[in-house]
């Protein structure tokens, strides 16, 4: 067929391909069902994403999956050097809803939005999207959508009930103005009449962190909140309470506007109208409305209390993951007071974007061992960031013994007073056996005293997860004896992320290690794995073979270790009679050139994987000979899943400065 002929068949089919698109819902479904399959595939990468949505179903029971159409929006909407990393129909797609739902929500804009708006900005979009969503973002700056909720948008509400898990709230808001009921009203029904039951609080306000709280999991009444929500119960709501059907007497922001629907039988189809209230009567303290959450379900709820228990109250949440960002003095004040009765609260992240003070974290730690005390606490993970000092992470781990995984980060206070001797929250379990399974500690010192380290590794010896980054010791010392210490005390040990840490001397601790081990995924990114070896060559041929005796290992991350052209070592894994059965190997950022990787991947071929490997060479400088590297590309394609993208050499050369 010549080039004309060939051009002029894409064409037409592109033409059709849109007309289908455009004309969809006068088709049919069973018209795009009865065409060939090679014509649907085809077809999908024209469809709008409610037209993908719906034909779903159908598509897969003819044995058709839609992964190429949401992974053409993906395309569409990412970087052209963003590596999408997503293998299912169902990840692509959830990926795809999980992005777009806010953005239209709030009506924010992209590229890929403006050129799609008509297709996006419906209804019929939000509420397909929205069975895929799970978090949702609260922006109390933009009221006009949530505002929609209570009204033409109530059905998606309604959806939301009941997809939500999480919520998050990126901004403050006043308790004391009116427009913020509209905001409480939807955190009410997400939290207390949804299934949301974790939530991550961006702000900086303790009051509205009592709020979030109040009445979800904790006994503890915040008195400043408690006289504001008993000072804000007007008569208005009231009257609304206790069944006022038509609004009369309503405070003038919480009136119902009657329908103009003559076959309008009363309650059930009208909606609660906020009226403006002037900014003199409002500062005054004299406008009646409420921030409690029973009244305002009440008052704003269509069909007055039908989204709750009829005429009864509404029910309460529980919040049993709770996430604080920007956590302050003022807020941990709220916090430890809500912590010893927190009896749901199953997971716990406090973030501070300043290093906390010693104070502020033996006052948790106080509040958590009431908490543990109680013997009700169902609180099984901290993560707590950013500790002033490496001491505390074990208070914290005395004051709560039955934590399960703990993630802390830490940072040497560089000025103030030094550093005090913390006492033991509980001096008689210094000793005891710790249930922890998954600990991260991630440490931004000039110098560390392994010790801490290593007696808390003593401790865990359930320990199925470690993760340990930026661990810099003094000079002469060597990270030998952490490997000794799990080799020894942690023998559950499935997961090993070791991160920007010297390596270079421990290669006899670490095939000591992998000898017999349960190990499944290590990690040695930013370790100076060859640094000081005089024979670069022999000593990764070393690690590659205690690495082929672990068969449990599935995934293997070398990143940022200046593997260069010793890449080709490690095409040996798979090689005689007792191939590694890594799935997945990163060898990202490690300066591997087209030459280096052509040599790696011939050495790859007469040492076939024996199952299909994902592998990861973002970062690396292909540029240097684009035609070696698309060929070396091209020869692992039929084995391996690439990660790749577009890099510039002129970036790798601060990548390669970074990391010498």
């Given at each position: 067929?010549?080039?004309?002929?060939?051009?002029?068949?894409?064409?037409?089919?592109?033409?059709?391909?849109?007309?289908?698109?455009?004309?969809?819902?006068?088709?049919?479904?069973?018209?795009?069902?009865?065409?060939?399959?090679?014509?649907?595939?085809?077809?999908?990468?024209?469809?709008?994403?409610?037209?993908?949505?719906?034909?779903?179903?159908?598509?897969?029971?003819?044995?058709?999956?839609?992964?190429?159409?949401?992974?053409?929006?993906?395309?569409?909407?990412?970087?052209?050097?963003?590596?999408?990393?997503?293998?299912?129909?169902?990840?692509?797609?959830?990926?795809?809803?999980?992005?777009?739902?806010?953005?239209?929500?709030?009506?924010?804009?992209?590229?890929?939005?403006?050129?799609?708006?008509?297709?996006?900005?419906?209804?019929?979009?939000?509420?397909?999207?929205?069975?895929?969503?799970?978090?949702?973002?609260?922006?109390?700056?933009?009221?006009?959508?949530?505002?929609?909720?209570?009204?033409?948008?109530?059905?998606?509400?309604?959806?939301?009930?009941?997809?939500?898990?999480?919520?998050?709230?990126?901004?403050?808001?006043?308790?004391?103005?009116?427009?913020?009921?509209?905001?409480?009203?939807?955190?009410?029904?997400?939290?207390?009449?949804?299934?949301?039951?974790?939530?991550?609080?961006?702000?900086?306000?303790?009051?509205?962190?009592?709020?979030?709280?109040?009445?979800?999991?904790?006994?503890?009444?915040?008195?400043?909140?408690?006289?504001?929500?008993?000072?804000r119960k007007g008569g208005g709501i009231s009257q609304v309470a206790s069944g006022s059907a038509d609004g009369a007497g309503l405070s003038p922001g919480l009136q119902t506007a009657a329908s103009d629907d003559p076959d309008d039988e009363g309650t059930p189809s009208k909606r609660p109208k906020l009226d403006s209230v002037s900014p003199e009567l409002e500062e005054s303290g004299k406008a009646s409305f409420t921030v409690d959450p029973q009244f305002l379900c009440r008052a704003l709820t269509p069909c007055h209390g039908a989204g709750g228990d009829g005429a009864g109250s509404c029910p309460w949440g529980q919040i049993d993951c709770l996430e604080i960002r920007q956590c302050g003095s003022d807020a941990l004040r709220v916090l430890n007071f809500a912590l010893p009765t927190f009896f749901c609260l199953r997971s716990l992240t406090l973030h501070s974007t300043s290093t906390f003070r010693d104070s502020d974290v033996l006052d948790l730690a106080q509040a958590l061992k009431k908490l543990s005390d109680s013997s009700r606490s169902s609180l099984t993970s901290l993560s707590i960031s950013v500790l002033p000092n490496a001491k505390l992470m074990e208070v914290l781990l005395d004051a709560i013994p039955a934590l399960m995984s703990v993630h802390v980060e830490i940072q040497t206070v560089m000025w103030g007073p030094p550093l005090q001797n913390h006492p033991r929250v509980a001096e008689s379990d210094v000793a005891a056996d710790l249930p922890l399974e998954k600990l991260t500690v991630k440490i931004a010192e000039l110098q560390t005293d392994l010790r801490f380290m290593t007696s808390v590794l003593r401790r865990c010896p359930h320990l199925i997860s470690l993760h340990v980054a930026g661990l810099r010791l003094p000079t002469g010392s060597s990270q030998g004896q952490l490997l000794r210490t799990l080799s020894e005390s942690n023998p559950c040990l499935r997961t090993l992320h070791l991160d920007d840490m010297k390596l270079s001397d421990c290669l006899p601790e670490i095939q000591n290690l992998l000898k017999d081990c349960k190990l499944e995924e290590v990690q040695f990114n930013d370790c100076r794995l060859l640094e000081k070896c005089s024979d670069k060559e022999e000593s990764l041929q070393r690690l590659v073979a205690a690495l082929k005796t672990v068969p449990s290992l599935h995934t293997l991350s070398l990143a940022q270790n200046r593997l260069a052209k010793n890449v080709c070592v490690l095409a040996d894994l798979f090689s005689g009679s007792s191939p590694s059965s890594v799935k997945w190997l990163n060898i990202s950022s490690n300066f591997i050139q087209p030459a280096e990787l052509l040599r790696f991947t011939n050495r790859l071929r007469t040492h076939h994987p024996p199952h299909q490997l994902t592998l990861d060479l973002r970062r690396n400088p292909g540029d240097r000979d684009p035609d070696t590297w698309t060929a070396a590309l091209k020869s692992l394609r039929p084995f391996c899943v690439l990660l790749v993208e577009r890099w510039k050499s002129t970036d790798m050369l601060l990548d390669h400065v970074s990391n010498m």
């Amino acid at each position: 067929m010549r080039n004309s002929e060939r051009s002029k068949e894409t064409t037409l089919k592109e033409i059709c391909s849109q007309a289908v698109r455009k004309h969809l819902a006068a088709l049919g479904t069973e018209a795009v069902l009865g065409l060939p399959v090679p014509l649907i595939k085809d077809l999908l990468s024209h469809l709008t994403i409610c037209q993908l949505d719906k034909l779903q179903p159908a598509l897969n029971q003819r044995g058709i999956s839609t992964y190429s159409g949401w992974i053409g929006v993906l395309r569409d909407m990412s970087d052209p050097n963003h590596t999408i990393d997503l293998r299912t129909e169902e990840e692509a797609k959830r990926e795809v809803m999980r992005t777009l739902f806010p953005l239209v929500f709030y009506g924010f804009s992209n590229q890929y939005i403006r050129r799609n708006i008509a297709n996006l900005n419906t209804p019929s979009f939000l509420q397909a999207a929205a069975k895929y969503v799970q978090h949702f973002l609260l922006i109390p700056s933009s009221p006009r959508p949530l505002e929609a909720l209570i009204a033409e948008q109530w059905p998606l509400l309604s959806l939301l009930e009941k997809h939500i898990s999480s919520i998050g709230v990126t901004q403050s808001f006043n308790l004391s103005q009116r427009k913020t009921q509209i905001v409480l009203y939807v955190l009410h029904r997400l939290l207390d009449h949804g299934r949301a039951r974790k939530l991550v609080v961006n702000v900086q306000c303790p009051i509205v962190l009592a709020w979030l709280l109040h009445g979800r999991g904790s006994q503890y009444v915040d008195l400043m909140l408690k006289n504001l929500i008993h000072s804000r119960k007007g008569g208005g709501i009231s009257q609304v309470a206790s069944g006022s059907a038509d609004g009369a007497g309503l405070s003038p922001g919480l009136q119902t506007a009657a329908s103009d629907d003559p076959d309008d039988e009363g309650t059930p189809s009208k909606r609660p109208k906020l009226d403006s209230v002037s900014p003199e009567l409002e500062e005054s303290g004299k406008a009646s409305f409420t921030v409690d959450p029973q009244f305002l379900c009440r008052a704003l709820t269509p069909c007055h209390g039908a989204g709750g228990d009829g005429a009864g109250s509404c029910p309460w949440g529980q919040i049993d993951c709770l996430e604080i960002r920007q956590c302050g003095s003022d807020a941990l004040r709220v916090l430890n007071f809500a912590l010893p009765t927190f009896f749901c609260l199953r997971s716990l992240t406090l973030h501070s974007t300043s290093t906390f003070r010693d104070s502020d974290v033996l006052d948790l730690a106080q509040a958590l061992k009431k908490l543990s005390d109680s013997s009700r606490s169902s609180l099984t993970s901290l993560s707590i960031s950013v500790l002033p000092n490496a001491k505390l992470m074990e208070v914290l781990l005395d004051a709560i013994p039955a934590l399960m995984s703990v993630h802390v980060e830490i940072q040497t206070v560089m000025w103030g007073p030094p550093l005090q001797n913390h006492p033991r929250v509980a001096e008689s379990d210094v000793a005891a056996d710790l249930p922890l399974e998954k600990l991260t500690v991630k440490i931004a010192e000039l110098q560390t005293d392994l010790r801490f380290m290593t007696s808390v590794l003593r401790r865990c010896p359930h320990l199925i997860s470690l993760h340990v980054a930026g661990l810099r010791l003094p000079t002469g010392s060597s990270q030998g004896q952490l490997l000794r210490t799990l080799s020894e005390s942690n023998p559950c040990l499935r997961t090993l992320h070791l991160d920007d840490m010297k390596l270079s001397d421990c290669l006899p601790e670490i095939q000591n290690l992998l000898k017999d081990c349960k190990l499944e995924e290590v990690q040695f990114n930013d370790c100076r794995l060859l640094e000081k070896c005089s024979d670069k060559e022999e000593s990764l041929q070393r690690l590659v073979a205690a690495l082929k005796t672990v068969p449990s290992l599935h995934t293997l991350s070398l990143a940022q270790n200046r593997l260069a052209k010793n890449v080709c070592v490690l095409a040996d894994l798979f090689s005689g009679s007792s191939p590694s059965s890594v799935k997945w190997l990163n060898i990202s950022s490690n300066f591997i050139q087209p030459a280096e990787l052509l040599r790696f991947t011939n050495r790859l071929r007469t040492h076939h994987p024996p199952h299909q490997l994902t592998l990861d060479l973002r970062r690396n400088p292909g540029d240097r000979d684009p035609d070696t590297w698309t060929a070396a590309l091209k020869s692992l394609r039929p084995f391996c899943v690439l990660l790749v993208e577009r890099w510039k050499s002129t970036d790798m050369l601060l990548d390669h400065v970074s990391n010498m």
